[in-house]
């Protein structure tokens, strides 16, 4: 099952493991559950801090990516701007 919910970033820490770059994200729920993911660095937002609303993507109950929420997915919001 594939999904996405809004949360709040309880913390932020990156870390190297065998020269490769990932990021520990812990997140807040509404409900109080709360959940840690550690991400490739592709799919966690440059410079994302504690505090900031982000968007989680789920599979199988599994985070698979993180972006701001008002980050359009994919670039939407570039072609939702084109002159039409």
Do not use: K, N
């Amino acid at each position: 099952m594939l999904g996405e919910r809004e949360a709040i970033v309880l913390e932020v820490r990156g870390l190297d493991v065998h020269g490769v770059g990932y990021v520990d994200v812990t997140v807040g729920f509404r409900g109080g559950a709360t959940t840690t993911a550690r991400l490739g660095r592709e799919s966690v937002p440059d410079d994302l801090r504690a505090g900031e609303v982000v968007l989680v993507s789920s599979a199988m109950s599994v985070v698979v990516a993180i972006r701001r929420a008002d980050a359009a997915p994919d670039g939407a919001a570039s072609r939702s701007s084109a002159p039409g």
